[in-house]
C-alpha cells in the first residue's frame, strides 16, 4: 500500500497541467456533443415515427358521412388505429395554443374541418385522399423520420468523434509517459541494477496516465458546463418566445462520473503502452 | 558465498571476455580481483548480479544459479547484493540523502526505519553531515563514498565493488577501502576489482588474477 502511495505522489508531482487541459479540451467536444443530444432527444422522442396521417374533411360534410367515414376506416385492417378529431375539439385545441385565442374569437366562427388522424405501416396517404368527404390529406411522418434520420447521423458523428478523440487522448498520454521515461532513464536504470521489481519501476507511469486522463476529464465536464451555461441565456430567449421552458441540460452524476472514469482508463491504457514498449529499452549494461 | 564453475562469456559481437572461470567465495571473506585494463574484470563482476549472463557455466550466488533465473527474480537476487560501480551510477537530479533512499524505497522498511537505515549508512562512509547537498557537490571521494553508502544501505550479505578507488588520490584510496575491510570485518562478503597492486599488497587478502580469460 505504502509503495502505492509513493508512486500516487510521484505521479502528482509530474502531472503536467497543460496536458491535461489539452485533454480536457478533446473530450470536452464529444462531452458536449452528447450532452446537447440528450438535451434535445425528449422533444425528438415526442414526435411519433410510426407514419402518421391526417385526414381533413371537406368543411361541407356532414357528421354523419364522417361517421361513415370513420366505420369505413376502422374496417381496413391496414390502418392500425383511428382517432376522430370533431371540429369542435379542433378549434378548442388551438385556443390552448397561446396567442391565438383572441385571434380565433375575432373570426366568429369555427373554420377548421372534422378530421381523422389514422396511423398505419404503410403509405395510404395517396389511397385516402381518393375517399368521400376527404378534402385533404397530409403525411405527418415523413419529417419526423427525416428528423430521426439527421439524428442517428448526428449521433453516430459523435461517437465517432468520441472514438478518435480517445485515441487521441491515449495517444497524448502514450507520448508524455515516453517523455518521462526519457527524462528518468538513469533512475530506472540505476534501480534495476539494485532490485527494483518492474511493477515497482511502472506503477508510477501508471498512475501518471490514470491520473493525467482523470484530471482531463473533469476539465472536460468543467468546460462543458461552462458551454452549456452561455448557450441556455440564448435558450431560455428563444424557448421562452414560444412559451416554452426548455433549457440545454448537463449529464446526469452516473453519465460524468462515467465519463471522468473512461477518460482516466484511457489515460492508464496510454501508459499501459508507453510502459511496455518504452521500459523493455533499458536495460541495465 | 559465490561460485564460478567453467564460466564463459563471449559477447553477441563474438568477443570473448572470459574463457574458463572458475573460483569460489566463501561468506565472509574479502578477496580482491585483478588483472590488466580489458582482462574481463568488470564482466565477471556483472555476472554475479546477472546484469550479464554466462554463456557457459554456472554462477551460484548465496545457492541459487543465477544464470537460470527469470527476470521476475532478479530484482530479489540484487537486493541482497550492494554493487559498487565505476562509475558510481549516482543520481544528481537529487540529494545525498535521496539517492541512498533509493533501494530503501522498494524495500518493505516503514518510514521511520528507512530514514533510520540511510542515515546510518551515510554515518557509517562519515556522509551524514552532506545529507542534503547535491551529489555534484561532493569530492571523488566523497562520491565514491556515497556509492558505498547506496550499496550497503539495505545490509547486503555481498558487497561487489569495480575499481572503487580508481582516480582517487593515495589517501582517498585508502580510506574506500577500509570501509570496504570494515564491513568485511562484520561478516560481509566483499570482492573488489582493482588493479592498484600497492594496495592489494597492503591487505594482504586473497587476489583472484583474471589472465587470458581465467583466474588463476
Known sequence: MRHHRQALASAVRKMSLLNALVIGVALALPAGGYALLESLRPAGER?????????????QAKRADADALGQRLRTDRRIASVRFIPREQALEDMKAIQGLAPV???????????AFVVTSKEDLAAELARLPGVAHVQADAVWARRLAAASAILEAALWLLAGLLGAALVAVTFNTIRLQILTQRDEIEVSKLIGATDAFIRRPFYYLGLLQGIVGGIVALVLVAAALALLNREVAVLADSYGSNFRLGFLSLLEAVAAVLFAGALGWLGA????????????PS | MVSFSAVAKRYPGGQEALKDVSFALAAGELAFLTGRSGAGKTTLLKLIPAIVRPSAGSVVVNGQNVGALKPAALPYLRRNIGLVFQDQKLLYDRSVYDNVMLPVAFSSHSPKEAARRVRAALDKVDLLRREKANPIQLSGGEQQRLAIARAVVNRPALLVADEPTANLDADAATRILEIFVAFNQVGVTVLIATHDQGLIARYGKRVLRLEGGRVS
Open chain 1, 47 to 59: 414526435l411519433t415515427l410510426e407514419p402518421r396521417i391526417s385526414l381533413f374533411l371537406d368543411p
Open chain 1, 272 to 283: 499501459q503502452l508507453s510502459v511496455s514498449r518504452h521500459l523493455r529499452q533499458i536495460e
Open chain 1, 104 to 114: 380565433i374569437a375575432a373570426l366568429g366562427r369555427n373554420p377548421l374541418p372534422d
